[in-house]
């Protein structure tokens, strides 16, 4: 089930230079949440330390990351992760984390000239925690991980990795002047990351 299941996935790869879509409107703001967070292939993840000399504060590290493969996107940002990791370690005692994600990692604000700290140049921060997916999850998540990632399949079987997601309690999103806006979860899941026509906002990852 979970071979299929990766099989069907992957077949969307082919068609991940040739979908082109849109940004989303700064007025859409769960849309745009939704169109960085599948847009992005990794993010930085802030943890509570738990590792002096720094113990109690934030610390910040970069993850890999995958909503689904290429046109597929679930909203739900998957990772792939080992205790042997400083950061897991932090979750293990404190599951609690943010996560930033910004259109700086693709064309998207280079091709406008935006600078990544801009407010044009959409990033957005989750609310939330990091728990390990259930038995029933890890075929989505392999699935997810593995189109956007394929050099993890040959990752050190001696580390143990395992599949883990973020879920969501609060949505931040800076993507125009103004300031940032929240966006509920209920909302984020709602919404539509992506939306293709033929403008002169169209671009590729």
């Known amino acids: ?77 998957y990772m792939y992760l080992t205790h042997m990791e400083i950061s897991v370690q932090d979750l293990q005692v404190n599951p609690l984390a943010s996560l930033s994600v910004s259109l700086a990692q693709t064309h998207y604000c280079k091709n406008h000239g935006f600078d990544p700290q801009s407010p044009l140049c959409a990033h957005i921060i989750l609310s939330g925690s990091v728990i390990q997916v259930p038995d029933s999850e890890v075929c989505v998540a392999k699935a997810a991980l593995f189109d956007r990632h394929p050099e993890m399949a040959d990752w050190p079987t001696d580390h143990s990795w395992f599949f883990a997601r973020f879920n969501i309690s609060q949505v931040w999103v800076l993507d125009y002047f103004g300031g940032v806006k929240t966006v509920s979860p209920e909302e984020y899941y709602r919404a539509a990351p992506t939306h293709k026509h033929s403008g002169s906002d169209t671009w590729r990852t």
Not at 20 to 38: D, K, L, N, Q, T
Not at 50 to 55: A, I, R, S
Not at 60 to 65: A, H, K, L, M
Request: proline share 8%.
């Open 1 to 77: 089930m979970c071979r299929a299941l990766l099989a069907v996935f992957l077949a969307l790869v082919s068609a991940r230079y040739s979908d082109s879509v849109s940004a989303p409107p700064h007025e859409e703001v769960a849309r745009m949440a939704r169109f960085v967070v599948h847009k992005c292939d990794w993010a930085s993840m802030a943890t509570i330390s738990t590792h002096e000399p720094v113990k109690g504060q934030p610390f910040s590290n970069v993850f890999s990351i995958s909503d689904g493969p290429v046109g597929n996107g679930t909203g739900t940002p």
